[in-house]
């Protein structure tokens, strides 16, 4: 059957069924197990009432706990156990932590997952802050914060070829093709460089595509903070004679720092799952290996789930603190 | 704040200019590989894309026809060559100068007579048209070779499109592609809608024991990595006979969406106005009908912001479709897989990597310039404040 085709009719079924498992549901809820009549109307009416939320959650409990709460138990006991012949598993305690841990691959995927995590939400939220300042009172300032957030649309894959073709590097004889080498020549340097291969210099590069699509993520949602921030506090501190830039680090930044908090944590978040620009970049090689990356290596190439899994928790357990946070802040919201 | 920025117009200047910049540096990327996705590849490495925007100078070098087939008899044993230099098809561009050898690049204009020695001359005209005389000696073996200064136009080609998406003889063409990708997003970002909005609908406005630790629950799973899912649900997949396909995919789109979509849609609908729906419920609505009737149609606008970020992200995934929905057959590969596999086998083509990169980036640009308000709205909600 041809794949659109195919396509076609998962939707249709995909859609009917939800569809009708909802409107059947509540319908047989209704008319066959708790009439809303006879003797009983009344209560089987609150009966029917205390059964229907669950109806209603009930496929997306199915999904998330298939899909999110049962993996992550699922991965903890894979790191503690080691695949044996046929299909069988021994379990193995820490080994799998312990042997990852003496891996020079891993600890250099841990000092670059760092790296990302210092360098890349940083970068990201202060240039968004910069943008959305900036444009701010601008005429076209809306048409610039379009640009400065569209790369939100592009896909790490595409932004990966986007910035290989920037870091190109051709034979000193020849006219350079990649706008980096262009510029450095240009600017006095000696020979073109290969930007990629240059360890540890090389993961700022990488990290530059994540802050390049980032960066209007910030924007949006700092500048959205700024609009709130309330005149008068401007005028007050312009009354008093505050310059520029008293005003922007002394009354606007205060007073959007929850919002500030918030953007950093979700590019954090972004920043440690980060995997797609690593993997078709370099891939790991030259000193820019990434947890995830790291991940993938060991569950697919290398088919050591013990060691993966346990190379997944590690993820999981640098995100735990933020998901503790943001539960802690949704509870104390909803009270 | 206007009338700090509006005070002086240095400052006004200053911050106009400071925007210019940080667009163009934002823009600089996207914009070589949209520009080089019209060049040929010869034209690429022959020149960065930032030069192709404009007229440039360039040296053509050119060799007059054959003497030995073409030359004319003028008589007292003098021989003439006669033609264009161009060949047939006008040339685009503008000769400026020209030399007959390297080492005298640009030496005439157009239109002057170049003397070769021993009476033998070379005379070329600004539409390329030439004369070449001389002696039987000399208007024989190889042709004279000719160096035109020339500007050539910005000369862009639709080659590179026709090549990806059209040609069925190019085995790493975009197209299937293009329609498997099609196929994972539509499906895997409809379905979680649906299921979503019963749900948040339920943690909105129903009154259930568990509902606050259900809310916390979602909240969490926000932030799990999907990384930890792939290889107990690939086990899952396989043992429950799935295996690797697009209804796996589709499962695992749905169950990874779905915290985000909830969450999205729950803190919209507790906003809509408690009045609306303790009416219906007077006259007699059940809560499947107040959600069919009134809430969805109120919540169009988180619906259409989840939607976006839903396509987006199936659209751009690699991760979730490698380990999903590939197999060893490559029959169900998407856009960003084939963009990975061209990285490896055409890493210098450049013209079929820009191309096929802009036509997986061509969709998302286009929903993401026309829905750009609803995607705003979506981002402001959906930020755990």
Redesign the interface.
Known sequence: MHPALQGLLTIVIGVGGCVGYFYSANLFLDKVLFKAEGPNAGRNINRANMIRPWLFLLPAIIALGLYLAYPVVATLRLSFLERLPGNEFGFVGFDNYSKMFAEPKFIEAMKNNVLWLIIVPAAATGFGLLAAQLTDRLSWGNIAKSIVFMPMAISFVGAAVIFKLVYEARPEDVAQIGILNHLYLVFGGAEPQQWLQIPFWNNLFLMVVLIWIQTGFAMVILSAALRGIPEETVEAAIIDGANPFQIFFKIKIPQIMSTIVVVWTTITIATLKVFDIVFAMTNGQWETQVLANYMYDKLFRANDWGMGSASAMIIMLMVTPILVWNVYNARKEMR | ?????GRKPIVVWA??I??VL??LL?????L??FV?SFRTGDQ???????SSLFASEQTLQIRAADPDDNRVDLGNGRYMVEGNIFGEEAFGGEMTAWGTSSRNLGANAPGDTADLGDGETFTLNADGTYVWEGDDDQISGRAQRVFVDATTPPDFTLQNYNFVLFDENNSEGMAKAF??T??VV??AT???I???A??A???AW???PG??I????????????????????LS?HNAIGIGKG??GV???H???G??LA?YLLRNYMVGLPRDIIENAKVDGA???QI?TKIILPLSFPALASFAIFQF?WT?????VA??FLIDASGQ?TVM?KQ??EL?GTRGGD?EI??TS?FV??AV??A???AM?KY??RG??AG???
């Open positions: 704040m206007d009338a700090i920025a911050l106009n400071s925007v940080l667009v934002w823009l600089f990327p996207t070589g590989l080089s690429i490495t022959a020149s960065g894309w930032w329609f498997n099609l196929t539509i499906p409809i379905i979680p649906l299921i979503a019963f749900a609908y339920a943690l129903m009154d259930f509902r606050a259900l809310i916390a629950i979602v909240v969490g799973l926000l932030v799990v990595p999907l990384q930890l899912a792939l290889i107990p649900l899952l697009y209804l589709w499962l695992a749905t169950g990874f779905l915290p909830i059940t809560d499947f959600f987006l659209w751009n995934d690699l991760l490698l380990v169900t960003t963009i990975v990285l450049w990597l820009a990169a997986s980036i998302p640009l929903v993401f310039f750009q995607l705003v981002l402001l930020s755990v404040k």
